[in-house]
């Protein structure tokens, strides 16, 4: 089966940027939907973007303007970029994906907005 592992998360300013990678040990092309969640401590997950297999991008609300989401079918990888960071970005960060009857998700990475 498909496992994914997130990348690229740290520690960065408010106002600063990261990206995050999602490397995926098979093929993705089957995935009709990839994600990226996040979990704030004390929070429940909640989905940030979401790409699908037409390349049509949903972003939530507190993020829209900020991240993009983006899926290289070719490279097996799911990206997020992030700008104007802010301290309640701070969460784990986890790469979903979704086939027919499945559903991966990485292990997380952490990302941290603070001065």
């Known amino acids: 089966q498909v496992q994914l592992v997130e990348s690229g998360g740290g520690l960065v300013q408010p106002g600063g940027s990261l990206r995050l990678s999602c490397a995926a040990s098979?093929?993705?092309?089957?995935?009709?939907?990839m994600g990226w969640y996040r979990q704030a401590p004390g929070k429940q997950r909640e989905l940030v973007a979401s790409?699908?297999?037409?390349?049509?991008?949903n972003y939530a609300d507190p993020v829209n303007g900020r991240f993009t989401i983006s899926r290289d079918n070719a490279k097996n990888m799911m990206y997020l970029e992030m700008n104007s960071l802010k301290p309640e970005d701070t969460a784990v960060y986890y790469c979903?994906?979704?086939?027919?009857?499945?559903?991966?998700w990485g292990q997380g990475t952490q990302v941290t907005v603070s001065s």
């Open positions: 979903n994906g979704k086939g027919i009857g499945y559903d991966r």
């Open positions: 790409i699908d297999g037409g390349l049509n991008v």
């Open positions: 098979g093929s993705i092309f089957s995935f009709y939907f």
